[in-house]
């Protein structure tokens, strides 16, 4: 097993820059996810440390080597593919011994590796069959088989279960996450689904447009976003923000609300924001239209409309609200956070004094 | 499903009819292409004085034409030769293509467009245009009258690597990554990923190689004049001199000639009708 260290990697296509110097270090046994909208790099990044792209500036440090010039295969990773990429034309067992056959190992050895990890992926009944005679979950799973089966340093995953239905996506999650505590192999995890990360990861490296925003364990980035676009891509349904102005020590929305801002030094254009489940029904309040109610059974989620701006709410009990009805909004002014209106970036905290929105 | 049918576009009397028309066009078509392929056998079996009656079923059928030209005439030598030589191109015609194809789609190398877009533009000139310079430089490298000459220049064939490119562009590019890491060189690539995945394409087009070969004239007619190196096809024209031709002959040996094509065509019917949709010519 080994660590990984990213040092200032760019990567450029001709003259477009898109991975802008990205640094991060991913201990020994820790599962990383590198998460982020399509487009923000971090596919491209996981393949620089795989070897499958050229590395145009930095380096990519595996277990304390540099291997910018080393070539995919003497890096001691595997890859788990977003469509699998199992070989269609050769069967299970052929696809997970293809990487010791190549290496030469003996065939007993091979046959006894391949099935330590069919046993412990329960593929054992579908070794002789091919690709095309798998389910979507099977096949990621003989994906999974062949990463696992030349015990690598490090394991590279590339959105493996976008391609799966939803009910299969979270029981391979859980599969995954097992997996990762039994063998504690050093993990890099690439998704666009933040829930995907948060359930998963010992820690999230959230990107965008080719550069690092935040680093941190899930709860960090939940609590503690350092910007708009963390908070806002962290959290399902995503957090509300309230554009406004920061006034001696007062947030001042539209319509009249005002959040105290504790002891914040700020002044000027600022947005509030409040996750929606920290939004609760007040006997008091100014009045918020509800505009849509979704009940789930677990859960209600409320979209109401306090001045112009549209708040979400997720509410733990069952409520008995139609839309147009009227309803009065109550919170923690410690539950708020503040960002800049210009940098976008964080402020510190507001005061821990319960609140209410005031007209 | 009941009786109630969706409502159709056109009524069922123009679904008839237009039915009727393709099927009437359809079969003319297919007799027109049958005919001469039936008064091809029909000759065969006719004596040399029956050759130009106009019926069908030959009033006396014999299989002297056969005999005369299996025996007289060293034809089954030149069967041989043809076999020898359409089989060698096609084998190796499709080892260099499938590399060729691969390396095009997939390698990155200076100038990759430029040699694909000058390869594919060979497309545009056919044989009869370039056969006096290409007869000229067989003959320099000094294989006139051999088998080298029928068989090396037969295999510079734009259609294959062009085929094969656009093959290897639609396979996804992660089976090849995975090779990669797995510890795959270009070569292991090739051999044990790229090559057993094209088995479709190759097959199809290892029949198109061959039926090409088989059939073709003017190069062999070209560069030999060894009657040891003929091909079938020179052998069925040596029938017809400048003022006679036995036609006789020159249909039982057409039917012979045909023979092989034939049975590889019910052995391989599947695949031919891949290939000639994919292709998209013939």
Redesign the interface.
């Known amino acids: 097993m080994a660590s990984v260290e990213i040092r200032n990697v760019v990567k450029r296509y001709g003259a477009l820059e898109v991975v802008h110097g990205v640094s991060a270090e991913i201990a020994d046994g820790e599962f990383v996810a590198l998460v982020g909208p399509s487009g923000c790099g971090k596919s491209t990044l996981l393949r620089m440390i795989?070897?499958?792209e050229e590395i145009s500036d930095g380096a990519v440090v595996i277990g304390g080597d540099i291997v910018n010039e080393v070539?995919?295969?003497d890096r001691n990773?595997?890859?788990v593919?977003?469509?699998y990429?199992?070989?269609?034309?050769m069967t299970v067992a052929e696809n997970m011994a293809?990487?010791l056959r190549?290496?030469r190992l003996p065939k007993d050895e091979q046959k006894k590796k391949v099935g330590e990890a069919a046993t412990m992926l329960g593929l054992e009944g579908l070794l002789d069959r091919y690709p095309g005679q798998l389910s979507g979950g099977q096949r990621q799973r003989v994906a999974m088989g062949?990463a696992i089966v030349?015990r690598p340093e490090v394991f590279l995953f590339d959105e493996p279960l976008s391609n799966l239905d939803a009910k299969l996506r979270v029981q391979m999650r859980a599969e995954i996450k097992g997996l990762h505590q039994r063998l504690r192999t050093t993990s890099i995890y690439v998704t666009h689904d933040q829930i995907e990360a948060m359930t998963m990861a010992d820690r999230i490296v959230v990107m965008r447009d080719g550069s690092v925003e935040q680093i941190g364990t899930p709860l960090e980035l939940f609590d503690n976003p350092r910007n708009l676009f963390v908070a806002s891509f962290i959290g399902s349904p995503s957090m509300n923000f309230i554009k406004g102005e920061i006034v001696d020590g007062t947030f001042r929305g539209p319509g009249g609300i005002i959040i105290p801002a504790g002891n914040l030094a700020h002044r000027g254009p600022a947005v509030a924001g409040i996750r929606p489940n920290k939004l609760q029904i007040g006997a008091t309040g100014p009045p918020a239209e509800v505009l849509i109610v979704e009940p789930t059974g677990d859960e209600t989620h409320l979209l109401v409309e306090l001045g112009g701006a549209q708040l979400a709410m997720l509410l733990r009990e069952r409520v008995s609200l139609a839309p147009g009805d009227q309803i009065g909004l109550a919170f923690a002014s410690a539950d708020v956070h503040f960002f800049d209106g210009q940098s976008t970036l964080r402020l510190g905290r507001g005061d821990a004094t319960r609140g209410t929105l005031e007209a | 499903m009941s009786s109630k049918r969706p409502q159709p576009y056109f009524s069922r009397s123009q679904v008839t009819l237009v039915r009727g028309l393709w099927m009437v066009v359809t079969a003319i078509l297919a007799f027109m292409t049958l005919f001469p392929l039936l008064w091809m056998v029909s000759i065969a079996f006719k004596p040399a004085a029956e050759s130009f009656s106009s019926n069908l079923i030959p009033q006396s059928p014999t299989l002297d034409n056969f005999i005369y030209v299996l025996t007289a005439v060293p034809f089954v030598r030149y069967m041989a030769n043809s076999f020898v030589v359409s089989a060698t191109v096609t084998i190796v015609a499709l080892f260099f293509h499938t590399m060729a194809g691969y390396a095009l789609a997939r390698l990155r190398f200076p100038g990759r467009e430029v040699l694909f877009l000058s390869i594919f533009s060979t497309f545009l000139v056919s044989l009869p245009v370039i056969i006096v310079p290409l007869f000229v430089i067989v003959k320099a490298m000094g294989m006139l009258n051999s088998y080298a000459g029928l068989i090396i220049p037969a295999i510079f064939n734009a259609f294959g690597i062009f085929l094969l490119r656009q093959y290897y562009l639609s396979l996804p590019k992660e089976i090849e990554e995975a090779a990669r890491i797995d510890g795959a060189g270009y070569w292991r690539i090739y051999w044990s990923v790229i090559l057993p995945l094209s088995r479709p394409i190759m097959s199809a087009l290892a029949i198109l190689f061959f039926l090409a070969n088989w059939n073709s004239f003017l190069w062999p007619l070209t560069i030999t004049s060894d009657p040891n190196l003929w091909v079938v096809q020179l052998g069925i024209a040596n029938f017809k001199s400048q003022y006679s031709a036995s036609w006789n002959y020159m249909m039982a040996a057409s039917t012979i000639v045909a023979i092989p094509t034939l049975i590889l065509f019910v052995i391989f019917q599947r695949q031919i009708m891949d290939s000639l949709k994919t292709s998209g010519l013939k």
């Open positions: 795989a070897g499958l070539a995919p295969k990773i595997s890859m593919f977003q469509n990429a199992l070989y269609p034309h293809f990487a190549l290496a062949r030349r």
